[in-house]
């Protein structure tokens, strides 16, 4: 790792965006809820259920069904993003499905379904993995039936360093040397994986760097979510 | 273990080989890991975790206040508030129903206190055989979190029936967090509306029985 290379927000490559921060029982009406912010991205999750199926046909009578939606909201960026859902959205909600699935377990509930419902609030890259963070914490306080709760983060490649928690501009205008990996990952607290994503390119050696750097910044937010959800009284 | 203490779900509650693991937990070689969020506690080797929030889940024998869904040729589907419906068969009502005539008995959106009789997959049948069953005609419902139920109860009724005394209401107090009250007059019904609603804000305090003494020191019904 090349000690020389700088960020330009002067973060050291194994270090993620501060402050991370989540709060559980943000959303009165809902089952569960949870927001969950790091550095400037902010998600807001709501869960429902378990409730009845509809459309009846989509209803699955050996086990129940996890149904998430992702949507960013149209002021949460810069310059304002036309509401509704989109190719990415619609893409990035089956992603944080996948990545829960594993951990809920919505077998004692046929025929039924969680919803999930992911706001981001602020977006700043990173936004399916806040978005997935804020969604295990919602779930957990829906009580849920679960085998663990999930945290996720991105890491990826600045030119030829492996770097954790990658920022918009890092993500997006970074055109330096081989440009820029983002590898956004999801692991139980005891070193799981349950999704990965990788845009761009890397090797195999680099990706088992990554892998191994993001897993020790999971165990850091699942700290932040376990504090938070020992937090609350209602 | 004497104190609860809350958990979340995947963490470990205690370790060693002679614990059962009971409701809302599992065992992963010698520890008792829990499988929800909630309050941790142990009793004689047996764990198990008492849920803080979501939605109601309905048990057998429990006693509940549902709003009439449906009517089909041979009882009613109740909507409880569970992730399922529940439905109340005719051989259930303790008196004579004309089968052309169910909503004669109850009509849609009525509510109804039952008892949950049977529960399996197929759904949760409800009887209104006992006393203290049936439609209800009159008084006022409120609706509270049905993880705080017990709160309102008290220790064996304490709670409940303090309210009852100062109010001189009848409360019935459904286990999905339905609560029918009944009085002579409407301002006793909202003076007994108030002091639940009290004691679900302030469900995490202790000693609450005295504090509600308290509160119906101050907040005289006039």
Same mark, same amino acid.
């Given at each position: 790792?090349?000690?020389?290379?700088?960020?330009?927000?002067?973060?050291?490559?194994?270090?993620?965006?501060?402050?991370?921060?989540?709060?559980?029982?943000?959303?009165?009406?809902?089952?569960?809820?949870?927001?969950?912010?790091?550095?400037?991205?902010?998600?807001?999750?709501?869960?429902?259920?378990?409730?009845?199926?509809?459309?009846?046909?989509?209803?699955?009578?050996?086990? %129940? !069904?996890?149904?998430?939606?992702? +949507?960013?909201?149209?002021?949460?960026? @810069?310059?304002?993003?036309? $509401?509704?859902? /989109?190719?990415?959205?619609?893409?990035?909600?089956?992603?944080?499905?996948?990545?829960?699935?594993?951990?809920?377990?919505?077998?004692?509930?046929?025929?039924?379904?969680?919803?999930?419902?992911?706001?981001?609030?602020?977006?700043?890259? %990173? !936004?399916?993995?806040?978005?997935? +963070?804020?969604?295990?914490?919602?779930? @957990?306080?829906?009580?849920? $039936?679960?085998? /663990?709760?999930?945290?996720?983060?991105?890491?990826?490649?600045?030119?030829?360093?492996?770097?954790?928690?990658?920022?918009?501009?890092?993500?997006?205008?970074?055109?330096?040397?081989?440009?820029?990996?983002?590898?956004?990952?999801?692991?139980?607290?005891?070193?799981?994986?349950?999704?990965?994503?990788?845009?761009?390119?890397?090797?195999?050696?680099?990706?088992?760097?990554?892998?191994?750097?993001?897993?020790?910044?999971?165990?850091?937010?699942?700290?932040?979510?376990?504090?938070?959800?020992?937090?609350?009284?209602? | 273990?004497?104190?609860?203490?809350?958990?979340?779900?995947?963490?470990?509650?205690?370790?060693?080989?002679?614990?059962?693991?009971?409701?809302?937990?599992?065992?992963?070689?010698?520890?008792?890991?829990?499988?929800?969020?909630?309050?941790?506690?142990?009793?004689?080797?047996?764990?198990?975790?008492?849920?803080?929030?979501?939605?109601?889940?309905?048990?057998?024998?429990?006693?509940?206040?549902?709003?009439?869904?449906?009517?089909?040729?041979?009882?009613?589907?109740?909507?409880?508030?569970?992730?399922?419906?529940?439905?109340?068969?005719?051989?259930?009502?303790?008196?004579?129903?004309?089968?052309?005539?169910?909503?004669?008995?109850?009509?849609?959106?009525?509510?109804?206190?039952?008892?949950?009789?049977?529960?399996?997959?197929?759904?949760?049948?409800?009887?209104?055989?006992?006393?203290?069953?049936?439609?209800?005609?009159?008084?006022?419902?409120?609706?509270?979190?049905?993880?705080?139920?017990?709160?309102?109860?008290?220790?064996?009724?304490?709670?409940?029936?303090?309210?009852?005394?100062?109010?001189?209401?009848?409360?019935?107090?459904?286990?999905?967090?339905?609560?029918?009250?009944?009085?002579?007059?409407?301002?006793?019904?909202?003076?007994?509306?108030?002091?639940?609603?009290?004691?679900?804000?302030?469900?995490?305090?202790?000693?609450?029985?005295?504090?509600?003494?308290?509160?119906?020191?101050?907040?005289?019904?006039?």
């Amino acid at each position: 790792m090349s000690k020389e290379f700088k960020r330009q927000d002067g973060r050291k490559p194994n270090e993620m965006r501060r402050p991370i921060s989540a709060k559980v029982g943000v959303v009165p009406n809902a089952d569960g809820s949870a927001m969950y912010c790091s550095g400037k991205t902010i998600a807001i999750a709501a869960v429902y259920g378990p409730k009845k199926m509809h459309p009846q046909h989509s209803q699955n009578p050996e086990k %129940g !069904t996890l149904r998430c939606t992702y +949507n960013m909201l149209s002021f949460s960026v @810069a310059d304002r993003i036309r $509401p509704g859902p /989109n190719r990415r959205s619609t893409e990035i909600s089956k992603i944080t499905e996948w990545a829960l699935e594993p951990v809920v377990m919505l077998d004692k509930y046929p025929n039924r379904v969680v919803d999930v419902y992911i706001h981001m609030i602020q977006a700043d890259a %990173g !936004t399916r993995c806040a978005g997935i +963070n804020a969604a295990a914490m919602a779930l @957990a306080h829906a009580g849920i $039936p679960m085998k /663990n709760i999930v945290s996720s983060i991105a890491a990826g490649k600045l030119d030829k360093t492996v770097v954790l928690d990658l920022d918009k501009y890092e993500d997006s205008e970074f055109k330096e040397g081989e440009g820029s990996t983002d590898i956004p990952m999801t692991f139980t607290p005891d070193g799981k994986l349950t999704h990965i994503q990788v845009d761009g390119h890397i090797s195999k050696e680099q990706l088992k760097e990554a892998m191994n750097m993001a897993r020790e910044a999971c165990k850091e937010i699942y700290e932040v979510q376990k504090q938070a959800l020992k937090e609350i009284k209602e | 273990m004497t104190e609860r203490k809350i958990v979340i779900p995947g963490e470990m509650i205690v370790k060693g080989e002679d614990y059962l693991p009971g409701e809302g937990t599992e065992k992963r070689g010698d520890e008792v890991v829990a499988l929800r969020y909630g309050l941790a506690e142990e009793v004689k080797k047996l764990v198990k975790v008492i849920p803080l929030s979501g939605v109601y889940q309905p048990r057998r024998g429990n006693i509940i206040i549902g709003k009439v869904e449906r009517i089909t040729f041979n009882g009613w589907l109740i909507d409880i508030g569970a992730h399922d419906c529940a439905f109340l068969s005719l051989t259930e009502v303790p008196r004579y129903v004309n089968k052309d005539g169910l909503e004669e008995l109850m009509d849609l959106g009525h509510m109804v206190v039952a008892k949950i009789w049977n529960m399996n997959k197929r759904g949760i049948d409800l009887s209104i055989k006992s006393r203290g069953l049936g439609k209800i005609d009159e008084g006022i419902i409120i609706e509270v979190n049905p993880n705080k139920v017990p709160r309102v109860i008290g220790k064996e009724g304490s709670m409940i029936n303090l309210i009852k005394d100062e109010t001189k209401c009848n409360i019935t107090v459904g286990q999905n967090g339905l609560i029918w009250i009944q009085g002579d007059k409407v301002e006793n019904e909202l003076y007994a509306k108030k002091a639940i609603l009290f004691v679900t804000e302030k469900s995490f305090m202790d000693g609450l029985t005295e504090e509600l003494k308290k509160w119906f020191k101050e907040n005289k019904n006039e």
